[in-house]
């Protein structure tokens, strides 16, 4: 950003994106390429959701999200000389470290020190082949070096999420000492590609994804929107578990509370010195979707099932609607004494590398269709028509619904219905007793046998000017609310000072002025 | 909260966030295990330094927390002659700060107790800075009050329900123009902009708001409640005047706030544009200009150079004109009279007049280009998409797309009934006497890729139109702009906060957004900084009320220019702010017949207002040295804050907007045309596969028979809307049914069919995506789906999100599912569609909707007119129905069950439907599980004038005795 930006008045923080996003899913786990493919011409097909800089060379951000192809990876670690031993017996990290090389390597070796301390062995670095001529000159002026680390899973600790949970530690120790890289992802079982590229730039940049035997049987895409160009690698999507088409409108308070909850919080999985390696849970620098990000990954490395966190960080409208059971309410009620909604449109897509969920936000505003074919694929997008499809072989033609999940376990092979979701979870403890018994309303309690003061006319007056209220406040506006329950409707703007500049005394509020989306 | 225990839970839930002082006395008693509440006490003795006393605050608040407690109240009450009530807001604030900050915040919820809030607005503050609840017992007071002096006649219980009630229906409203549903989430988001504040202050109690301007000190805010403090109590034990003091802060009063415009300088511009008399315009914005009137360009100056130039240099005043254009006031809130004199008037000086988002009627669209041309260049489309026709915008110079407007930033319009008379109706394509909403959002708008949908939707719509995007100025407003740049607009228009004429709720008016001053800046500095900046052209308004003015917007960043309460000041407003009731006195607000009359304005007084701010503006510009608008803008450099201010005032830093040197080129600063966006429109298959055939091209101007075949995927975004412009082009009443027809195969892309026209036909065999058959124009839609595919079409989802949103005519016909708000805001066209997701219906203000299967949450909320149609096999559409309007009957009236029977053959003609087919082999079967949903009102009305008609009144005098009758009056 130029002098100019950094003395006026704006601030990174009024950036919003959106996007639009797609996933294909092979619902019996069968890795493939295709799937690979398909996903990358998913969001090639999505362009008019994409942004670009005015240039209209660098785009605003793409990404995919895979499982760990064994059979690419042990390949080419072959090649590389490092040995990775059988599926899922390693992590990879993607890093985007400084082109700067002492930096880099200072980074590196930052990197394999905190491996060895976790006690865990660093196996290799991989530099990912990549094609920056194809780039924009904004995307390759802060294009980070690309590199791939690998590190091996001690014998003790079992494969999947225990084995991840101890990547994420390592991942968040080496985040809280360094401070010029970024890990796009590291785990076990999925990886994450991205930058800022135009739709069709993603597959030709990296060399890794057009390889036959690069495979998985879950990808995830996106292609962002963002109302600014500030250019930047890492605030394209996927971030480690979600793509997320649309935006967090109550992201500082959601972030407040995390911040608040952090000791309150307890913890399950994740060892008393575990916990204070990775807080702060929430990195307050990232968009409102990494933000949300950061959240969901910590309940679940520390314990709550993907599904589940992502259930109470989006509730459905549960308070007023009897579509859902008793018991549903009573478990959305339980967990809103403790979590408030992450709040927006929002049509959010999460992936462990086992399952592939999604969830769209309470009011139903970001398009999410999919289509179930008779091979076992399932493909979901923000729009139909992205890939050509034989009609012959469709099974179903949905979508997502308002506050409605749908979720695809490619260990179980199969797909779960949001109803299904829902009354596992919720019947899981005995929620509506627990409510029965400690949760108190204002209602049920007993009103005591006291006087609520009144004032006399003198106090009432005295307060009214100590307070600063006016003739028209106590005539017309409170009047107005009292008589008719509704506000006083007025017209023609605004034409008095400020508040600042008014010569009239001005209550504190009048300083602060709403914003809206 | 990671793991499952039942003490969990133990939470006191509070249904109302605005507690009566009972609730208050009951949670201050209340005694069950496992709840401890500490009332920490606000006020603090006069005289003690601020800082010690917020210092003292939190340990008592670590005291109480210490000791066990989870709800801590803060109580302002026990004011007397020695103890000051901390500003509640301060108070929330902090302590919610350090709540968080030494992590008890979800420990212990925050309740405050005060007698200072009474406003929406206040309690909005304090909910969004960390309050869960709040009590104001002494606007509980009030009430009890005006109940003892009988100026309210109502029981004290009721009406402090009422009141409450007022608040928090307003709340959720300031919540949801930020997207947000819940009052849990609302609460403690922060969703403020401060202005006015020291950022030392902001950043250590109001932490994570922006604050840009600098401002009052702690200390300030200490010496000012003290100050207000003595006029209650006074110092010497004086007897005082306790009678409260008319502010004015909305309506002019003769003491308290200043206006700009008063009585004085109203009187001044209507003579001095009567007269033509330059003079008196002169004298006029000396008044205006002075720095009294606090707005923040008051504190700026010109930085003039030692030499001007000539005047004889500078820009002609014609040149000047074409980039000064009207607001946007739609007819219906304002006369005909008014809304005709400003388009004469503007559409003479070659500026731009402004439909507003009511549409406008035949009559003036043909107009246009005559010698009296009533017909605005500037088309605007709003969220209630109000006769936006493809007639309408075709016949546009440029397409606004209204985002927010300045009035009511976030909120939608809200025309009532006793203004929708037959002729605004009839423009808005809506039924006389029954209200209507213009729904907050967009349907179609929900993030910027969306906006970018609807700019390629208007630019196809009218290709050669430039699209325009209104937004309001606020924190983050550059941003916003910069996404809107990439988007495709053409031109961005920052409004001010304080500008604006329509109605809204007094909390929106003066609490919501910013002044331009602020946005216009952040905006040009913004796409400068993206290199957006030359493919833009910016504009600004809100109260721009003299050449002194605009020539600080165009100094800003801004190159055109919109005015609206001055103009219509000119023709006669006397600011009585009465116009959301009819009554205008002056024939400007108001539809009355009777008060119309008293209408004085001419069209030549808003140009002599026209043509005296471009003289004066070029004063300025020839003292400046700039020859031309272009070389003026952004030239911060040539502003600087005034000397010999206040104290107050000096406090206020503008060094974020002007007085800063502009590192880029001239080139960059403004827009060029070489610039534009380039949409691509002849890579379309409209333009490539179907105009270029010179065959179809003389179908559309003989208006012959014609039928194509295409493929289509998702990137066909759009599709047969610029071949439906065509058409419109030719034939601005349309063709014959199914003169062009076009078969298409495959999905179709956004926006398919959107503001098709009478005699196209798109027939889709396949499925298609959002906002399909957008603002219908009269044309046909079929969907069906392949005829190779095994799944049942019924069952299955074939048509996205908010289809046939604004739809005014036409049919439709899908034969399978459809997805969320379908049919939001018809208003005349014909569908059918085999099941429907949520929010069907919404908004709706005509035109029938049949549905063959199920309905999701919320249908027809909202709906004002029209006839839904539903198949209700399980009765269970009763759960779903919004019921606020609607009313729920069989149908058994014969006329009813032809209609139905009418659309349901046409449905099977068209698609080949196997569940219309069964349900038309078996009517007699099947009627009565049908549904017939219509609004009441609506068929109050449509009763009343068949009444009329049966009188023997013709279609049009009927509507007029059906509207007075309901009504229940005739003025």
Redesign the interface.
């Known amino acids: 950003m130029s002098n100019l930006t950094k003395k006026g008045l704006y601030r990174p923080e009024f950036e919003h994106d959106n996007c639009g996003i797609g996933a294909v899913v092979n619902i019996y786990g069968k890795k493939s390429h295709q799937i690979v493919t398909d996903a990358l011409k998913i969001v090639e097909n999505l362009e008019h959701r994409a942004g670009k800089d005015a240039k209209g060379e660098t785009g605003d951000g793409v990404g995919i999200l895979t499982q760990i192809s064994h059979k690419f990876f042990s390949k080419v670690c072959k090649e590389n000389g490092i040995n990775i031993g059988g599926e899922r017996e390693y992590g990879i990290g993607m890093f985007f470290f400084p082109q700067n090389e002492l930096k880099k390597n200072q980074a590196m070796k930052m990197f394999e020190i905190i491996v060895e301390k976790e006690g865990m062995e660093f196996l290799g670095w991989r530099k990912v082949s990549t094609k920056p001529s194809i780039l924009g000159c904004k995307a390759r002026e802060c294009m980070p070096d690309i590199y791939q680390g690998f590190i091996k899973k001690p014998i003790e600790v079992e494969k999947g999420l225990e084995f991840d949970r101890k990547l994420y530690v390592v991942r968040r120790v080496f985040e809280q000492s360094n401070n010029n890289s970024y890990v796009p992802s590291l785990s076990s079982r999925t990886i994450v590609y991205k930058g800022m590229f135009l739709v069709d730039q993603l597959r030709t940049f990296f060399l890794d994804l057009q390889d036959e035997d690069y495979e998985s049987a879950i990808a995830t895409v996106h292609s962002r929107f963002s109302t600014n160009t500030n250019p930047s690698w890492e605030r394209a999507h996927p971030n480690r578990f979600i793509v997320h088409n649309g935006e967090i409108n109550t992201i500082k308070g959601n972030v407040d509370k995390m911040l608040a909850r952090e000791e309150t919080l307890g913890n399950m999985a994740l060892s008393n010195h575990d916990m204070t390696k990775v807080l702060p849970i929430v990195n307050t620098q990232g968009s409102d979707s990494a933000m949300l990000d950061n959240t969901l990954e910590f309940l679940v490395m520390n314990g709550m099932p993907l599904p589940l966190a992502a259930m109470i960080m989006l509730p459905e409208p549960w308070a007023y609607n009897d579509t859902i059971s008793t018991e549903v309410r009573d478990f959305y009620q339980y967990y809103a004494t403790m979590m408030e909604p992450w709040d927006g449109p929002a049509s959010i897509l999460y992936s462990d590398g086992d399952i592939m969920g999604a969830i769209l936000d309470r009011n139903g505003l970001r398009p999410s269709r999919y289509y179930i074919m008779d091979d076992g694929r399932l493909i979901l997008s923000s729009e139909v028509g992205v890939l050509e499809l034989d009609e012959a072989h469709v099974i179903t033609k949905e979508r997502l619904h308002p506050g409605k999940m749908l979720l695809v376990n490619t260990l179980e092979k199969r797909v779960m219905s949001d109803e299904e979701i829902k009354e596992y979870y919720a019947k899981k403890e005995p929620y509506g007793e627990w409510l029965d018994s400690n949760m108190v309303t204002l209602s049920e309690i007993k009103i005591p046998n006291e006087k609520i003061p009144a004032f006399t006319k003198d106090e009432k007056q005295r307060l009214w000017k100590a307070f600063g209220y006016t003739y028209e406040e106590y005539r017309t506006s409170i009047f107005a609310m009292a008589q008719n329950g509704s506000e006083q409707i007025g017209a023609m703007g605004v034409d008095t000072p400020i508040a600042v500049l008014s010569k009239e005394y001005q209550p504190l509020y009048y300083y602060f002025k709403q914003l809206f989306a | 909260?990671?793991?499952?225990k039942?003490?969990?839970?133990?939470?006191?839930?509070?249904?109302n966030p605005i507690l009566t002082?009972?609730?208050m006395?009951?949670?201050k008693?209340?005694k069950?295990p496992?709840?401890k509440v500490a009332v920490v006490p606000t006020v603090y003795f006069k005289s003690t330094p601020i800082e010690r006393v917020l210092e003292q605050l939190f340990v008592q608040v670590d005291k109480a927390y210490r000791e066990g407690a989870n709800i801590l109240i803060l109580s302002d009450r026990g004011?007397d002659e020695n103890h000051?009530?901390l500003?509640s807001?301060?108070a929330v604030a902090a302590v919610h700060k350090h709540?968080?900050q030494t992590?008890?915040?979800?420990?212990m919820s925050l309740i405050i107790e005060s007698?200072?809030?009474?406003?929406?607005?206040?309690f909005?503050?304090l909910l969004g800075y960390g309050a869960c609840a709040v009590n104001p017992y002494?606007?509980h007071?009030?009430?009890?009050?005006?109940v003892e002096n009988e100026?309210?006649n109502?029981d004290y219980y009721a009406?402090?329900e009422?009141?409450d009630?007022?608040?928090l229906?307003?709340i959720i409203k300031?919540a949801s123009?930020?997207?947000?549903?819940?009052i849990?989430?609302?609460?403690?988001?922060?969703?403020?902009?401060?202005?006015?504040?020291a950022e030392e202050v902001v950043q250590k109690y109001f932490t994570?708001?922006?604050s840009?301007i600098g401002?009052?000190t702690l200390t300030d805010?200490a010496k000012?409640t003290d100050?207000?403090?003595s006029?209650?109590?006074d110092p010497l034990g004086l007897d005082m005047d306790?009678?409260?003091?008319?502010?004015?802060?909305?309506?002019m009063r003769s003491q308290?706030?200043?206006?700009?415009?008063n009585p004085k300088t109203i009187h001044l511009l209507q003579q001095a544009t009567k007269e033509g008399d330059y003079n008196k315009f002169v004298e006029y914005t000396e008044k205006i200009d002075s720095e009294n009137?606090?707005?923040?360009r008051?504190?700026m100056d010109f930085n003039y150079p030692e030499k001007g130039i000539d005047i004889d240099e500078v820009e002609s005043v014609e040149s000047i004109l074409k980039r000064f254009k009207t607001g946007a006031m739609s007819y219906g809130s304002i006369s005909q009279e008014a809304h005709e004199a400003l388009a004469i008037a503007m559409n003479r000086l070659q500026g731009m007049s402004n439909s507003g988002e009511g549409g406008e009627s035949d009559e003036r669209l043909e107009s246009a280009g005559t010698d009296c041309d009533r017909s605005s260049a500037i088309k605007q489309v709003a969220s209630g998409r109000f006769g936006v026709t493809s007639r309408y915008l075709v016949s546009a110079k440029e397409i606004q797309i209204k985002l927010?407007q300045?009035?009511k930033?976030?909120e939608g319009g809200h025309l009532p009934a006793g203004k929708v008379y037959p002729w605004i109706a009839k423009t808005r394509h809506s039924t006389p006497g029954v209200s209507l909403i213009s729904p907050p959002p967009h349907h179609d708008i929900?993030?910027?890729?969306?906006l970018?949908?609807l700019i390629?939707d208007l630019k196809n719509a009218n290709k050669y139109a430039r699209i325009s995007v209104k937004l309001?100025s606020?924190?983050?407003v550059?941003?916003?702009a910069?996404?809107?740049a990439?988007a495709g607009a053409q031109v961005i228009l920052v409004s001010g906060?304080?500008?604006?004429?329509?109605?809204?709720?007094?909390?929106?008016?003066?609490?919501?957004?910013?002044?331009w001053e602020?946005g216009l800046?952040?905006t040009h500095?913004?796409l400068?900084?993206?290199?957006?900046r030359n493919?833009v052209i910016v504009e600004t308004d809100?109260?721009l009320m003299s050449g002194r003015d605009v020539a600080i917007a165009a100094l800003l960043g801004a190159e055109e220019f919109g005015f609206a309460?001055a103009p219509l000041v000119t023709l006669g407003?006397v600011?009585m702010?009465?116009?959301?009731l009819d009554t205008c006195p002056m024939g400007i607000?108001t539809q009355n017949p009777q008060l119309r009359k008293n209408f004085i304005g001419k069209p030549e007084y808003v140009e002599n207002f026209m043509l005296f701010i471009a003289r004066q503006l070029r004063e300025y510009m020839a003292k400046l040295g700039v020859r031309t608008i272009d070389e003026m803008v952004g030239r911060t450099d040539l502003l600087k804050k005034k000397e010999n201010l206040s104290e107050?005032?000096a406090?206020?830093d503008l060094?974020?907007?002007i007085g800063?040197e502009?590192?880029?080129s001239r080139e960059e600063n403004i827009f060029n045309s070489k610039n534009i966006y380039d949409f691509k429109l002849e890579e379309t298959k409209d333009e490539a596969v179907i105009l270029s055939q010179k065959d179809m091209r003389e179908g559309i101007i003989k208006g012959l028979k014609r039928e194509r075949t295409v493929k289509?995927?998702?990137?066909d975004?759009t599709f047969g809307t610029l071949l439906g412009s065509q058409i419109t082009r030719n034939h601005p009443l349309g063709l014959p049914e199914d003169t062009i027809t076009i078969h298409c195969e495959?999905?179709?892309?956004?926006s398919f069919g959107a503001f098709i026209p009478k005699g196209l036909t798109l027939d889709l065999c396949?499925?298609?995506?959002?906002y399909f058959g957008k603002g219908l124009s009269g044309g046909k839609l079929i969907v069906k789906?392949?005829k190779?595919?095994?799944?049942n079409p019924d069952e299955?989802?074939?048509i996205?999100?908010v289809a046939l949103y604004g739809a005014t005519s036409g049919e439709v016909y899908i034969a399978g599912m459809a997805?969320?708000r379908f049919c939001v805001r018809n208003s005349g066209a014909t569908a059918v569609v085999e099941g429907v997701?949520?929010?069907g219906c919404e908004y709706m203000t005509g035109g029938r909707v049949v549905v063959l299967g199920p309905t999701?949450?919320n249908f027809a909320a909202g709906m004002s007119g029209g006839i839904a149609y539903v198949l209700d096999e399980n009765n269970y559409l009763y759960?779903n129905v919004n019921k606020e309007l609607i009313l729920m009957e069989k149908i058994e009236n014969k006329a009813d069950q032809e209609e139905l029977k009418n659309i349901l053959e046409n449905h099977v003609k068209y698609t080949g439907s196997k569940k219309a087919k069964r349900i038309l082999e078996n009517f007699e079967e099947f009627i009565p599980k049908f549904k017939k949903l219509i609004p009441g009102d609506y068929k109050k009305i449509i009763q009343l004038s068949s009444k009329f008609m049966e009188q023997g009144m013709t279609a049009q005098d009927a509507q007029i005795e059906a509207f007075y009758a309901s009504l229940g009056s005739k003025n």
């Open positions: 909260m990671l793991e499952e039942p003490e969990n839970c133990q939470v006191l839930k509070i249904e002082d009972l609730d006395l009951k949670i008693t209340m069950k496992g709840f004011v000051v009530a500003p807001l301060l709540l968080v992590k008890k915040c979800t420990a007698g200072e809030p009474r406003e929406v607005h206040h909005a503050t002494l606007a007071a009030t009430i009890a009050d005006l100026i309210l109502k009406a402090v009422d009141y009630h007022a608040i229906k307003g300031i123009k930020m997207g947000i549903s819940t849990q989430s609302y609460q403690g988001s922060k969703i403020f902009e401060a202005i006015g504040i994570g708001t922006v840009r401002g009052i805010i000012q100050e207000q403090h006029k209650a109590f306790l009678s409260l003091s008319s502010l004015g802060r909305h309506k308290g706030e200043q206006h700009r415009y009137t606090g707005f923040l008051s504190l927010a300045g009035a930033p976030g929900y993030s910027i890729e969306d970018a949908q390629y309001v606020e924190a983050g550059g941003t916003v910069a996404g809107v990439k906060y304080d500008g604006g004429t329509g109605a809204a709720p007094l909390s929106s008016i003066h609490n919501a957004g910013l002044p602020l800046a952040e500095q913004t400068l900084a993206n290199g957006l493919k809100g109260k309460t407003c600011m702010r009465v116009c959301n607000a107050r005032e406090k206020i060094s974020a907007i800063q502009n590192i880029y289509l995927t998702n990137t975004r495959g999905a179709g892309g956004q396949g499925d298609s995506n959002d789906a392949p190779e595919a095994k799944y299955n989802i074939i996205g999100n997805g969320e997701g949520e929010h999701g949450k759960r």
